[in-house]
């Protein structure tokens, strides 16, 4: 659950709201600055103006407008909250915006309009169309939203698209072909209730209409009952679907219906409705917060029932944003001037289609390799399934074209090459990992037990499902702070070393292990009364699955202790460290950044070794560069000749791994570089696994990338502890923790199933 304080901290803290503009070109000599912007008679933008004075299609050539697209709302009708003004609906459409560029990499203005007079607001948005590549409209009432669409879509020459009206739309038919296909119904046979006669109830109605639905088996109501021929408060935009039935409540229509969606408010479907409808019926419960019927209610009402609601915690989430980031991407990428019923239904059959193939395995591997197929609880493809991006964006232009309203044309094979490389892999790697790390349920626990940081994280990792935390300390000074702190931490497991029951036996199981490297009884039990040591017991005996700590104390002190009671697994002559790093668009991992000084060349090829193995547990597959600052024996050092070595072990001990060295980094990634002057490298593709011949080059590295590249840094994840015991450094934060807990668990996870 989100809590108010984390919610307003996440907006407002560092800089103020989730968006910003970045130049993707460089500006910043004086001649990249006239390039950049000079006018009239000048160098610079003159040029590509001049070029689309010529030609108007030009523009998507030379600016971003084929990839931007204008959000507008003035924030009169937002789910769950209604009537909030424009500045209200700020934060919502910075967050849609964000949702544009991180699933289909599209840039937005938000734009929210100080009106409530529908045609001042279709003015505001014709006369910015120049702007734009297409519209987004959002959270705006009805049925003056449905007039705003109405007009913009016939006076505008790019793609309008009600994110109301059709984005739950899409994905409801894209659900419900799937059901009815479960269940051996046709569309045209069958009866289907509508509750609720708004945007999103519209919307379902359309394109049921479009699928083939025949109008007397179509039953919408609102809260006065069945949208009726002889009512006379029906807006035009309900009036289409106005019939002559007795069944003037819902109660009645839905008695031998086959199909219910929600579209209203939460608790008004009752499990005698269901049971009175026609076998095997259709349950699609939208409404948010609270949908209409909760899931496991509407599962228990009946056995041959199939139930989907728009709620991300159970199977069947009917979620908009399956939808319209990539309609609109499908939609840019052909330049089109609308976007079609045709469109549409393409996206919802390509979104059905998705969800009979087989589960890629890094779906299923982010569900704790729970086995997806398709069926009664599996509508619809995961939220993370990355073909969501090229299959649906692809029928999305490829009926365009077929519609008539592309500009450009594409091939298919081509176009869906160039989507797979446009998202990459690298900020969705810890969505994935989020959602492997809650299938383990891991105790950890932190010795730093009164630390804000720490609590704070741990608040996060027990909202999330993420891990058990448990805190050592004083339960009394660790509850003082949760109480200041304000945070809900309730069933945290608190444990006091000084009044443990299990003290006197952590003494006796360290002193057993420590009585010939120099301990006495008396040493052992002062070593059990600090916190560290006590964890790490724990983790010994089994009694914690993985411990953290570091933030108030030096990590050489701390890797000692793990050396004295964890120590190495059996096999491995030292412990090493990595850092997952996640890019923009890909995930490279480093090692080793925090533990062995100047590896020898033997030592270097077991952190690369290490490293390779850790990366399968993670689910990506291994391309190591072995680095230097030399190429292939361009120089004879012995550092270089150190990590010439490391490789030719590296190769001797795992022939299958794709390895190569010594090499620049430039090397390791520029495909360029690589096909020009070193053809023969057995590196095809970019390495994923950089390992660095000492400690200060991959650090240096590492806090680079951190602090000055636009990267997000996890770790540093220890490798070859004989158990899972990790490091904070000292400056870490809250989300620095969570991510690296989340990392280091599904790593413990896959790690132990392979021993």
Do not use: W
């Not at 104390?553 to 009671?565: C, K, M, N, P, Q």
């Not at 050092?637 to 490789?647: E, G, L």
């Not at 590295?701 to 990267?711: E, K, N, P, R």
């Amino acid at each position: 659950m989100i809590k108010r304080e984390d919610s307003l901290k996440y907006h407002s803290s560092g800089r103020k709201g989730k968006i910003e503009i970045h130049p993707t070109k460089p500006c910043l000599t004086p001649r990249e600055m006239r390039l950049c912007y000079l006018p009239g008679a000048l160098p610079g933008a003159s040029f590509p103006s001049s070029e689309i004075m010529e030609d108007k299609t030009n523009v998507f050539n030379y600016t971003s407008k084929g990839n931007l697209v204008g959000v507008f709302t003035n924030g009169s009708s937002v789910p769950g909250l209604g009537d909030i003004g424009p500045l209200a609906a700020k934060p919502m459409q910075e967050g849609i915006a964000s949702i544009f560029k991180r699933l289909a990499d599209i840039d937005v203005f938000d734009l929210e309009l100080d009106t409530s007079d529908p045609g001042k607001f279709i003015e505001t948005v014709k006369v910015l169309e120049p702007t734009f590549g297409g519209i987004n409209l959002k959270d705006i009432k009805a049925p003056e939203g449905l007039k705003i669409y109405e007009e913009l879509c016939e006076s505008l020459n790019i793609p309008v698209f009600h994110e109301n009206l059709y984005g739950t739309a899409v994905v409801t038919i894209a659900a419900l072909l799937n059901a009815l296909d479960l269940v051996d119904k046709r569309i045209e046979e069958i009866r289907i209730v509508i509750c609720g006669a708004g945007t999103v109830g519209i919307g379902c109605a359309r394109l049921l209409t479009k699928l083939g639905i025949k109008s007397e088996n179509l039953l919408m109501y609102d809260i006065n009952g069945l949208i009726h021929i002889n009512r006379d408060d029906l807006s035009k935009y309900q009036r289409p679907f106005a019939v002559n039935n007795s069944a003037l409540v819902m109660e009645k229509g839905i008695e031998g219906a086959d199909v219910f969606i929600g579209a209203s408010t939460g608790g008004i479907l009752k499990l005698e409705m269901i049971r009175t409808m026609n076998r095997f019926p259709i349950i699609f419960a939208l409404a948010t917060p609270e949908p209409e019927i909760e899931y496991d209610a509407a599962r228990s009402s009946r056995h041959d029932v199939i139930v989907a609601t728009s709620s991300a915690r159970y199977p069947n989430s009917l979620l908009d944003l399956l939808s319209f980031p990539y309609i609109f991407r499908g939609a840019l990428d052909v330049q089109a001037t609308r976007i079609t019923d045709g469109m549409l239904l393409a996206a919802a059959r390509a979104l059905a289609e998705l969800a009979r193939d087989e589960v890629v395995e890094e779906v299923e591997r982010a569900y704790g390799f729970q086995r997806f197929s398709f069926g009664p609880e599996y509508l619809l493809p995961k939220p993370i399934d990355p073909r969501i991006f090229i299959r649906e964006s692809s029928a999305v232009a490829l009926q365009a074209i077929k519609d008539g309203v592309a500009k450009t044309e594409i091939k298919s094979e081509d176009y869906q090459e160039s989507l797979t490389v446009r998202l990459g892999t690298g900020r969705d790697t810890m969505r994935r990992l989020i959602l492997r790390a809650r299938q383990e349920k891991f105790r950890i626990v932190f010795p730093e037990g009164t630390n804000e940081t720490i609590l704070r994280a741990c608040s996060v990792l027990m909202d999330e499902g993420i891990a058990k935390p448990i805190l050592l300390g004083s339960e009394d000074e660790i509850g003082k702070v949760i109480d200041r702190l304000g945070l809900e931490l309730s069933g945290i497991q608190i444990i006091d070393p000084n009044h443990s029951v299990k003290f006197n036996t952590y003494v006796d199981k360290y002193f057993q292990m420590r009585h010939r490297r120099g301990i006495i009884h008396a040493n052992a039990i002062d070593r059990i009364r600090h916190k560290d040591y006590f964890a790490a017991m724990m983790v010994h005996c089994g009694d914690a699955d993985m411990m953290f700590t570091g933030l108030s104390a030096h990590y050489v002190d701390t890797l000692r202790i793990f050396l004295e009671v964890i120590g190495p697994e059996p096999g491995i002559k030292r412990i090493s460290s990595h850092y997952l790093v996640l890019l923009p668009k890909d995930v490279v991992l480093l090692a080793d950044c925090v533990v062995n000084i100047d590896p020898t060349a033997e030592e270097l090829a077991e952190i690369a070794l290490l490293t390779a193995k850790t990366s399968r547990a993670l689910g990506i597959e291994p391309i190591v560069a072995m680095l230097s600052y030399s190429n292939f024996g361009s120089v004879d050092n012995p550092s270089v000749i150190k990590v010439r070595k490391a490789t030719e072990i590296v190769k001797k001990k795992s022939p299958d791994l794709i390895i190569d060295g010594e090499m620049q980094l430039a090397t390791a990634r520029d495909s360029v570089i690589r096909k020009e002057y070193f053809p023969f490298t057995s590196l095809k593709n970019d390495a994923n696994i950089l390992i660095f011949p000492d400690l200060q080059s991959a650090n240096l590295t590492m806090q680079s990338l951190q602090y000055v590249g636009d990267a997000v840094t996890v770790g540093p994840i220890l490798m070859g502890t004989r158990l899972p015991v990790h490091l904070l450094q000292y400056r870490s934060t809250v989300e620095e923790i969570v991510n690296l807990v989340t990392a280091a668990v599904v790593e413990a996870a896959e790690l132990k199933k392979i021993k």
